[in-house]
């Protein structure tokens, strides 16, 4: 049956939803019958207009959407379902945006799409997000960084990881397996820098560098959490642990 039309009275109009779904949908898990409350894109509906929040237990995303598009609600959309919407939209789509009974539906006089609302008490990602307090930053264009990343991966590092330790004017990228290591010198102004190196999940980094461009900002913790704030954008990636092999031939040193 067709979906139910909203009341006018009970929409809002929204906009830019292709932009909006291609900065966070990247980030939704791939094993989703694992954790489904992570395959599905939060929208926030604010005085400060609409935001779409993702994660994965590891990293978080945010995008700031539709500046006009406000009110006081949060939406858990699946990805996927999202994802669709977005690929037979443009930016330029206005779409009027309600619910009905656990749906939630979109019309632009054309077009009407319906998906239904995901249930559960999706992670406080805000906390993190406004908490965040960096100690160490470095300021590079996001392309060097993510040539510098694409590159070092070739190395098929075990459990894709990357390093990045920082030199005086250098933020370096390294990778390697028991065969070998590669590693790449990225042109950077240091703020300030710690003396050790942080490890990353390569895979879902490069997914997002591959969506901003220009000199972007990295942020990092006492600990190595990794913030980036590009434009409309926030991320947060959480590190990984040193490989072992590395750690053993500390201990024999």
């Known amino acids: 049956p067709m979906p139910e039309l909203p009341f006018p009275d009970d929409t809002v109009s929204v906009s830019g939803l292709w932009s909006l779904v291609r900065q966070t949908a990247f980030v939704a898990m791939e094993e989703a019958d ?28 945010e995008a700031r959407g539709d500046k006009d598009c406000k009110g006081r609600s949060e939406l858990l959309i699946p990805a996927r379902s999202l994802a669709v919407l977005a690929a037979v939209s443009s930016d330029k789509d206005v779409y009027e945006m309600g619910l009905t009974g656990k749906s939630i539906v979109f019309w632009n006089g054309t077009l009407l799409f319906s998906a239904r609302l995901m249930e559960g008490k999706y992670p406080n990602t805000g906390a993190l997000l406004t908490n965040f307090q960096g100690k160490y930053s470095v300021n590079l264009a996001a392309e060097a960084l993510e040539s510098a990343i694409a590159s070092v991966f070739v190395m098929g590092a075990e459990g894709f990881r990357v390093a990045l330790s920082f030199g005086e004017h250098e933020l370096h990228v390294s990778a390697e397996t028991a065969q ?74």
């Open 34 to 61: 694992k954790a489904p409350i992570m395959s599905c894109i939060k929208l926030a509906l604010g005085p400060d207009g609409l935001k779409g929040i993702s994660t994965n237990g590891y990293c978080i995303m």
């Open 180 to 253: 070998g290591r590669a590693a790449i010198p990225v042109k950077a102004l240091v703020l300030n820098a710690p003396d050790r190196t942080f490890y990353y999940n390569y895979k879902i980094l490069l997914k997002y560098l591959r969506l901003v461009s220009g000199n972007v900002t990295l942020d990092f913790d006492a600990n190595g959490l990794l913030a980036v704030r590009a434009g409309v954008t926030q991320y947060i990636q959480s590190p990984v642990r040193p490989p072992v092999r590395t750690e053993q031939a500390q201990k024999a040193a």
